[in-house]
Structures are given as structure tokens and as C-alpha cells.
């Protein structure tokens, strides 16, 4: 009887573990998930500025095709990249030809004095900044849950139910060519 | 200590000090309910005055912090800039972006309020925004927002009500004793003696639990504020700005923990007394932990 009892108790905390690990890991992946959210809300408005600023640009610095064609391409990767890592990387990308572009603008006084120019590239900063913050908090969750399901016993769980490694958001650029900047 | 082990070892520190509180309230309502020859009956009211004070002030507490310092709420277009530093970093806190108040003062503070996230609200002075750059600003907003984040405020509130509320009754017990009548039955001598020195110490080391509470939270709010700049060193030149400026001239005693640095005495004395009565910790230790971070 006593030996039955003690089975049935271990049986309990055995139970009551797998339970809590469970519904624990589940909250942490739904937090990446609404992590990787809060970055797509900033990625879409940097997006979505960015026929402006072409156009904006187009207006006084015509010549300049080939800096606005892989700002255009730049974007385009970025709306269809899907995983975090390829997000990342479109998103890196974006930043250098943008960088170039503003590069190029330095050379266009009236272009540099429109009001209009300066408010988007005033915003672009801006939703640049949001970008690194909410990839920061993405990145933070994502290390709090790698972690966890790395480490014994939560490994054990996280093995048996399939919950993998996420992907971090990387701020680094990859290893591209450096982008030429014609004055 | 890297600031991870910080973050860790202050949040350990508050737990012990909140029981510690706790136990210190609950035997000091013990000892005067003897007195008085209430027993546990009387102990029990006394935990509940406690418990309806507590409520009452917990849901209340941004509003009359707010409106006791003269904070005015603004819209983004009139700050731009603290708007967009509120709103990143709360962005990189993944909580939701508090209201924004200004005051308008030349001395530079700024502090947050609300017992949670959702309900919160922060608040700088104009004095504040006009001396320091972005970084700067940066720095001093991640930490405000840390106290929202690091449930700072709820606790703090908490801590006051807890210490301001024994303040009352040993008050209350005192006056008793000194103009009540002296037909008590339980007139035992050294039961006397025990009230009465419970009665007196109970306010001061209430005070000093609530203060000391706070100093741990200003440098838990200090490296958590870091950790989401990851930039020490503009919270670190802002406190040095701050600490070389005149005080804040619209504040009160009874908000001053809530503030970035104490809105009093400018003299940075290493007095024991004067550090263990402050509700901040000296600005100089302060900068010197985050440059070390």
C-alpha cells in the first residue's frame, strides 16, 4: 500500500513538472512571436516611407539611378523575406543602400534643403532607432528561451514536444561587398 | 559584478527587506494590541486598517504623485524628442508606451509613476530636457522606465503606505498613552516599557527600511536602465550634470524617493547619517558603478 502511494506521488510531480515546463516554454515562444511582431510594425512604416523618399530624391538628383535602383531592390528583398534571419539581412542591406543614398544627397544642396527630404530622413532615423529597440527586446526573448530549453532537465521536455532553437534577429551586417559610393 | 549579477542580487536584497518589513509589521501590531489587551482580535483589525489604506492608496497613487508636482501631460508634436525616446525604449522593453508629463521648472529631475506598465506615466521637468543631449536623456528615461518595468513603483508605494501608515498608529498609540486614563488591567511594567519603545522605534526604523528600500531600487533601476541602452555612460554624464544643478523647488518630502536624484540638499556629505536618512543613493557611487559596468 505504501509503496503504491509512493509511486502515485512521484507519478504527481512527474506530471505537475511537464506540465508547468510545458505551458512555461509555450508562454516564452509566444513572446518571440509577438517580439517578431513589434519588428514587423517597424519594418512596414520604413517600407512604406521609402517610395516617398525615391521619389523625393528623383525630383532633384535624376542621375543618381543606379544608388536609387538598389535602394528599390533593397526593398523588395525585404518584403518578401520571411525568417527572421533573411529579414535581418534584407533589413541590413536596406540600411547600406539608404546609407549611400543619403551620401549621395550631400552632394545636392537643393535637394538637401527641402523640407520634405529632411522630414523623412528625420523619421527614417527614427523608425531606425525603433528598429534596433524592438530587435533588442526580440533578441532578449529569444536568448531567455534558447537558453531554457537548452538546460536540464527543461531539455528533456523541450526534446519530447519539439521545441527548437529560435533564430536571432542579427544586427550585423553580413559579409557583402562594401557599397561604392559615387560622388 | 557584471550588470546581470546586479540585477540578481538587488532583486534578492528587496525580497529579504519586503519580508523583513512584513514580519516588523505584523509583531509591532502584535505588541500593541497586548498592550491594549485587544489580543488577536486586535491584531487582526490592525492588519485590515492596513490592508483598506493600501488598496485605497495603491489605485490612487500616480494621480496624486502627478498632481502634487505639477506634471502637465503633452502632446508629441510639442516634445519630439522625449516622445521618441519614451516611446523606443518602451518599445524595447515590449511594454506599452507610459503617458508623458512635463514640469515646468528649470531644475532638473524626472521620475515615473503608476502601479504597473499599463497604468503608468512619466514625467521630466523642462530644466531636465533643456541641459542634456539624447544620449543623455536616454539614459535617464531607461531608468524611469525600469522602475515601471522592475515593478518599482508598485512596491515603493507600497513601502510608503506600509511605513507611513505605522507612523500614524504608533503616533496614535503614543498620545494615548500619554492623555488615555490608566484603568488598563494588563499594567504589566515591562510590557509598558517594550510598547513604548516599539511605539518609538517602529516610525524610525520603519523610515530607514523604506529608504534603504529605495536606494536598492535606484541602482537596480541604474543597471537595468543600462542593460537597455546598453550605454552606461549617458545616464552616468547625465547624473553629473544633475547632481551639479540646483534643486528641484516643486517637490515635497513625501515624493521625493520617486524622483532620478534626491530633489534635496545639494551637499554630498559621506556622513552615515546623511547617507542612511537619503532616499537616493550618493550621485558620485552612482556614476562610479555604471562607468565600471
Known sequence: ?183 | MNIYQQIASNKRKTILLILGFIIFTIIFGYIISLFFDFGLLGLGVFLVIFGIITYISYYNSDKIVLSLSNAKPVKKEDYPQLYSIVENLSIGLGQKIPKVYVMQDPAMNAFATGRDPEHSAIAATTGLLQALDKQELEGVIAHELSHVRNYDIRLMSLVTILAGSIAIISDFFLRSLIFGGSDRKNSNGILIIIAIAAAILAPIAATLIKLSVSRKREYLADASGALLTRYPEGLASALEKISRHPKLKNSSHATAHMFIENPFSGKKTRDFFSNLYSTHPPAQERIKRLRQM
Open chain 1, 1 to 183: 500500500m505504501e509503496i503504491l502511494i509512493g509511486i502515485a506521488v512521484i507519478a504527481l510531480v512527474l506530471v505537475a513538472f511537464v506540465w508547468l515546463t510545458y505551458n512555461q516554454l509555450v508562454t516564452l515562444r509566444e513572446r518571440i512571436k509577438e517580439a517578431i511582431s513589434s519588428i514587423d510594425v517597424q519594418l512596414k512604416r520604413r517600407l512604406d516611407l521609402i517610395p516617398n523618399l525615391i521619389e523625393t530624391v528623383k525630383g532633384y538628383a535624376k542621375h543618381e539611378k543606379q544608388v536609387l535602383e538598389n535602394v528599390t531592390n533593397a526593398r523588395a528583398s525585404l518584403m518578401e523575406a520571411k525568417s527572421p534571419e533573411q529579414k535581418a539581412a534584407a533589413n541590413n542591406m536596406l540600411t547600406d543602400t539608404l546609407k549611400s543614398l543619403f551620401a549621395v544627397a550631400e552632394s545636392y544642396p537643393d535637394l538637401k534643403a527641402s523640407a520634405n527630404f529632411s522630414k523623412l530622413q528625420d523619421e527614417l532615423t527614427d523608425t531606425e532607432d525603433k528598429i534596433s529597440y524592438s530587435r533588442q527586446f526580440y533578441n532578449s526573448n529569444v536568448l531567455s528561451y534558447n537558453t531554457k530549453i537548452k538546460m536540464f532537465p527543461t531539455n528533456l521536455i523541450a526534446g519530447q514536444f519539439n521545441f527548437k532553437e529560435e533564430q536571432f534577429f542579427e544586427a550585423e551586417p553580413s559579409s557583402r561587398e562594401p557599397i561604392k559610393v559615387s560622388f
